[in-house]
C-alpha cells in the first residue's frame, strides 16, 4: 500500500521519564548503540508515511537535535505543559490539514514495534473504515499497563489505566499498546473532547476510544502476536530487557547473513557495525559504532573493536581496537590495545602484550614500536612498515 498520501505518523516522546531517574530524556537513552527514538523512526520510515510529527517536551532540546541531525525531514513539536497524551496530540493540530486519512499515534518508548505489525494496523481502519484500530497484546504480567476492557462478543467497550482499574479489572490480560490508527477527521472533531476525571489529572488518547463508542463509532483490537512489541520501557530494568531482545535481533541477523558467532548471548554487537560473510567473531565480544568487519576475519575471544575497520581475512584476539583501521591478513593478539589513529598494511602481526607495537611483515623476529620515531621512515610514515626491530640489539 502506498502511503505517501494517505498516512502521518505521530510520535509521542514529551514525557519526563520519571522513574528512569535520569538527566537523559527516555527517547534518547541508548539501546545497543542507538536511542530508544531511532528504532521505532527506523520502523516507522519503512512505511514511507506522508509525514511524521515527533512531540518534544521534557528537555525537549536534546531531543530536537538529535532529531534535526539523524532525521531531518521529521517535524518536532512542542508539548511545553506535559499534560497527557490526548494533549500531546492535540499539540498537532496546527498541521492537521496537512495531514493523510490514516493518523498512527505512537509511543516513543517502544523501541520492539515493527513495520508489519505498524502496516496491519493501519490495514485494519482503512480496509473496515473505522473510526479507530488499536493494537493490544496478551501480557502475563499485566501490571503497569493499561486493560482492555471487552463485551461477551469481544467488542472493546474502554481503555482503563493500570492506576484507575478496579481489582476486577486488573486481572484482565489483554492490555493496550498505546498504539493506534485513528481516522483524521474522527480525531480532530474528538480531540478537545477528552476530560482529565482520572487519578493522574491528565487528558488520556485512551479516553477518546470510549468516546467514539459510545458515539456508535467503530473499533476494534490487533491482538500483536509477539507481546514483546508492545512492550515500552519505564525504568532501566525494562531498558535492559528491551536491549536483551534487540541484541538478539542485530545477532540473528547477521547470522543470517553468513557470520558464525559462538554463544552469540554473550556478544554485542551495536546496530551500525557492519560484518561481512565467513566472518566469525568468538564469545565475549563488543563491537561498537562505525565498526567494518571485512569478510573472512577471526575476532575474539574478548576483543572489543569500536570505530574501526578490519581488513579482510584478519584475525584479533582477546585485544581492544579502537578508531584504527587494520589492513588484511593482518593478526592482532592476543592481549592488546591498538591506540585511535593507527593504521596497518597487509600481513602486519601486532604480537601479545605489544600495545603499538608491531611486527611487519618484512621483520618478525620480534617487536617495533610504532610510536618511535626511529622506526619511521625518512618521510615520518609508518604506512610501509620498513621498520628497526626495536627488541633485538643486534639486529641491522
Not at 90 to 117: C, H, Q, R, W
Not at 120 to 145: F, Q
Request: include cysteine; charge should be positive; glycine fraction near 8%.
Amino acid at each position: 500500500m502506498d502511503y505517501s498520501k494517505v498516512l502521518s505518523v505521530i510520535i509521542l516522546a514529551a514525557g519526563k521519564g520519571k522513574r528512569m531517574k535520569s538527566s537523559v530524556p527516555k527517547v534518547l537513552h541508548k539501546i545497543c548503540g542507538q536511542p530508544v527514538i531511532y528504532y521505532i523512526l527506523q520502523q516507522v520510515k519503512l512505511l514511507a508515511p506522508k509525514n511524521i510529527f515527533v512531540i518534544v517536551g521534557h528537555r525537549k532540546e536534546p531531543v530536537r537535535d538529535y532529531l534535526k541531525k539523524a532525521f531531518p525531514s521529521v517535524v518536532a513539536v512542542d508539548q511545553d505543559i506535559q499534560s497527557g497524551t490526548a494533549n500531546a496530540v492535540k499539540m498537532t493540530e496546527d498541521y492537521f490539514s496537512d495531514m493523510g486519512d490514516n493518523i498512527l499515534v505512537i509511543s516513543g518508548d517502544a523501541p520492539l514495534i515493527t513495520s508489519a505489525t505498524l502496516d496491519s494496523l493501519v490495514k485494519i481502519r482503512y480496509g473496515k473504515n473505522l473510526a479507530v484500530s488499536l493494537l493490544t497484546s496478551i501480557a502475563e504480567d499485566p501490571s503497569g499497563y493499561g486493560r482492555v476492557i471487552k463485551d461477551e462478543s469481544g467488542r472493546i467497550l474502554r481503555i482503563v489505566e493500570d492506576s484507575d482499574a478496579s481489582p476486577q479489572e486488573r486481572k484482565i490480560k489483554e492490555v493496550n499498546s498505546s498504539i493506534y490508527c485513528f481516522e483524521r477527521n474522527i480525531l480532530r472533531e474528538n480531540i478537545d473532547s477528552i476530560g482529565k476525571h482520572n487519578s493522574q489529572s491528565e487528558y488520556y488518547l485512551t479516553d477518546i476510544v470510549e468516546k467514539l463508542i459510545g458515539k456508535a463509532e467503530t473499533a476494534e483490537t490487533l491482538i500483536t502476536s509477539d507481546s514483546r512489541e508492545a512492550m515500552g520501557i519505564n525504568n532501566r530494568f525494562q531498558l535492559s530487557g528491551v536491549e536483551d531482545i534487540i541484541r538478539y535481533r542485530i545477532n540473528k541477523k547477521h547470522m543470517e547473513n553468513g557470520v558464525t558467532i559462538r554463544n552469540s548471548s554473550t556478544v554485542y554487537i551495536e546496530d551500525n557495525v557492519r560484518i561481512g560473510e565467513d566472518t566469525t567473531i568468538e564469545q565475549s565480544c563488543c563491537l561498537k559504532g562505525e565498526t567494518l568487519i571485512e569478510k573472512g576475519c577471526s575476532i575474539g575471544p574478548f576483543t572489543i573493536i569500536k570505530d574501526s575497520k578490519i581488513g579482510s581475512h584478519s584475525t584479533v584476539e582477546s585485544s581492544f581496537v579502537i578508531s584504527s583501521e587494520i589492513g588484511q591478513r593482518n593478526y592482532i593478539g592476543p592481549y592488546n590495545y591498538i591506540k585511535p589513529g593507527t593504521v596497518t598494511g597487509k600481513g602486519t602481526e601486532i604480537g601479545p602484550f605489544n600495545g603499538s607495537k608491531i611486527i611487519s611483515s618484512v621483520y618478525k623476529s620480534g617487536p617495533v614500536n610504532i610510536s618511535n620515531p626511529e622506526n619511521r621512515d625518512a618521510g615520518g610514515s609508518t604506512d610501509r612498515m620498513l621498520f628497526k626491530n626495536s627488541s633485538n640489539k643486534n639486529n641491522k
